[in-house]
């Protein structure tokens, strides 16, 4: 029975990392219906930036994650200004074959600059090893990160549905004419939801360095798995990505642990199964815009 | 930096072919002299690249320091890089082989890799000189394969025996599944089980794995006395990490492996997780002889870096091209080469090694190392050894 909760446990803590790389995706790809593959680059910024500040600098982990979101949303603004911008009118397939070729860079970049080894980002004792919760083994650092990403998914679900920002968010993405017609900022406000886009996946990157591995070739890896957590969600919502992550993480290591001959296809399984039901994804749109 | 001197000062003659996705060769032009081409293909990018460039830095380190002549011939180095893709090695070999008339096809990160050329060098009649892949069948696949590298059953077999004889008597295993790990699980629990040892958990583990939190568990659940390991050198971090994580070293878990695990390249990054782990590898930085303390200064010297395994094993095949050409006496016929390869002895910095007559196998001692703090730094110190280890996975046929 314990182990059953330590797999719960772990499953959570999974999807709720791959939620907070991907949910960044699910803003561009989802509200400003941009293909942009190379999200996977701005979150392995943020993971590099945090590892360059904690090992070579000494900074505090719990200091350096939100310069990681820092660093990756400026990178992500001045991106957005100089190249995105100029493709938003244009076709996914010229989008995508932008952002792939983004990715090739960042690796060739990144490969050069920081070497070809994987790094560890070193972390404070606080958050190793693992505390006994009523006999289920829970580990520190991925109860860390259920509590940092529930608080963001919170955060953000509050900032789309409820705030000023997020409902011209929402009518600049609609209707970009009539939106700028009524005095909202459209490219600003794209500029700037793109960043936090970009900044959301770099603290991903950041976070996700210790259980995901951090390497020039993150990008390229996890690029299928951000995919899957954006299909199976539907690109409509948050709230869509965020079930979305949870199940697939819970598959992932439940397929894992009690089926470990088959484990790593349990995650396309669960993507085809629901595919197959819901076409849009769970939370999808059925009329197309 | 050698071959980039040369360019510069040839720079009229020498020729930089950038192919699709960053596939980058380097030509160095042909001097008045004779020369002998050696085509090095070796993964110099994507998830591999460690591999190829501790073997092309140790290359380079040789050349510098036993000069570019042999025999009267000069030597050169064609570097082309395969990316790890079998495609790219066999298509970047039939170019080195047909164009530049290369007299030796050397490096070979994966075992796909070296098995791709297998068939060109034996048509080709050309030695094929493997100084990474580590899959027992690969020498047997063509007359022309020379190893300088290791066999995953040399490491697996001994670490095997040594497990069963020092009180471990339940054994979970944890390997990639692909040709090296299914390699190294075989042998492992062929001889474990004969020393009268118990699997009690086997996973395979997919190669491109994000995660090991649920394969972890199930080691706890099973309740062994010590985890076997196998993992690509890249993803060993993350495992000793999460290891300790899931506090399978407070239960006393032991970890055991073949040495792959505990690459040079990262042990210091895992951290203290990965103290008192005990693996067999025929090297380690730490290996206590005169020549490998010469061998790991003058590394650290030239690259900021130690060597690990991958760099003792290029730096012994361009020993061994140069020792053969002497015995042809330049010549570059590669029935000739092979036979002056075959027999050899030498003293490498990981201790003494030969190449088997029968097999062209490499045969060396294999280590029995643990990992220790030694002035601020993790090492794998050694503890044991085995001597002249065959590769058992041919001695068995």
Redesign the interface.
Known sequence: MT?LF??LF?GVA?GMLLFVLACGLAVTLGLMNFVNLAHGAFAMTGGYVCAVLVNQSGWPFFAALPLAFVVSAAIGVALERSLYRHLYTRSHLDQVLFSVGLV?MSV?AV?YIMG?????I?LPAAL???IDFFGV?V?R??LMIIVICGLLTAGLQLVLARTRFGSRLRAAVDDPRAASGLGINVPQVFAFTFAFGCGLAGLGGALSA????L?P?FPL??MI?FLIVVTVGGSSSITGPFLASLLLGIG??????YV??M??FVIYTIMIVILIWRPNGLFGRTAAR | MFIRSQMLSQAAAGIAVAGA??LVTVWAPAQAQESVKVGLILPM???Q??TG?QIDNAVKLYMQQKGDTVAGKKIEIILKDDGAVPDNTKRIAQELIVNDKVSFIAGFGVTPAALAVAPLATQAKIPEIVMAAGTSIITERSPYIVRTSFTLAQSSTIIGDWAAKNGIKKVATLTSDYAPGNDALTFFKQNFTAGGGQIVEE??V?L????F???L??MK?SKPDAVFVFVPA??G??FM??Y????LD?TGIKVIGPGDVMDD??LN???DAALGAVTAHHYSAAHPSAMNKEFVAAYKKAYGNRPGFMAVSGYDGIHMIYEALKKTGGKTDGDALVAAMKGMKWESPRGPISIDPETRDIVQNIYIRKVEKVGGELYSVEFATFEAVKDSGKTKK
């Not at chain 1, 070809?116 to 560890?120: K, L, N, Q, V, W």
């Open positions: 182990t330590t797999i772990d999974y090739f060739a490969d070809s080894s994987r790094i560890f070193k190793e090893g693992q083994g580990g650092y991925r210790e259980i995901l591995g390497d070739y890896k996890f798995y992932d290591v439940a397929g894992k642990y470990p001959k484990g790593p | 996705f960053g990018t994507g998830g690249a460690s460039k996973v395979k997919p491109a794995n994000p995660d939190a649920p394969f568990q199930r659940d890249g993803q971090g993350n990490k999460q300790a994580e899931r506090g407070k390249d990262l990054g895992m951290g």
